[in-house]
C-alpha cells in the first residue's frame, strides 16, 4: 500500500527506504517524511554536502545518527563535535546549527520534528548560503504497511 503519512499506524523499514535514496544530489539534503500530521513530522535524510549555519522558525529536531560520522554544532561554532551512528541531538526552534564537516558517508538521520516542521522552514544565517530549494529534495513516501 502506498505511504499515508497521516496514518493513526504505521511500519517503516527504514534500511529499505535508506536504500533508495541516490548516490548523489543536487541539493544538500533529499528526505522523505514518515509522518506528517500538525503534531509532529518524522523524516528520513541523507546529507550529501555539508549543511551552512540555518534554523527552523517553526519546530524543534531531534536527529537521531543512523549511519555515517561528521562533526556538528549548535548554538555557537565553539559547540563542533563529530557525531556517529546511535548519538541523538536536540535543539529547539530558532537554535542555529550547522553540519560542516562529512567524515564518513552516507550520513543519514532519522528526524522527529514538534510540531510539525514546513519543507520549506529553513533560514540561513547568510543568504547567500542558499535557499529551501537548493537545501533539501523530497521524496515520494516508500511503500509501508499500516494499521487503520
Known sequence: MTANV????????????????????????????LRDTAAASSRVFRVYKGTPPHFHRGCDEYLYVLSGRGTFWMEDPSTEAEFKPGQLLFFEKGTVHALPQILEEPVVFLSVDTPRREPKDIVFVNSEDGTPETFITQRRPSTMEAKT
Do not use: C, G, M, Q
Not at 504505521?10 to 536504500?19: G, K, W, Y
Open 6 to 33: 497521516s496514518a493513526r499506524s504505521a511500519r517503516f523499514d527504514l534500511a529499505s527506504i535508506v536504500a533508495k535514496f541516490p548516490r548523489t544530489a543536487d541539493t544538500l539534503l533529499v528526505d522523505e517524511y
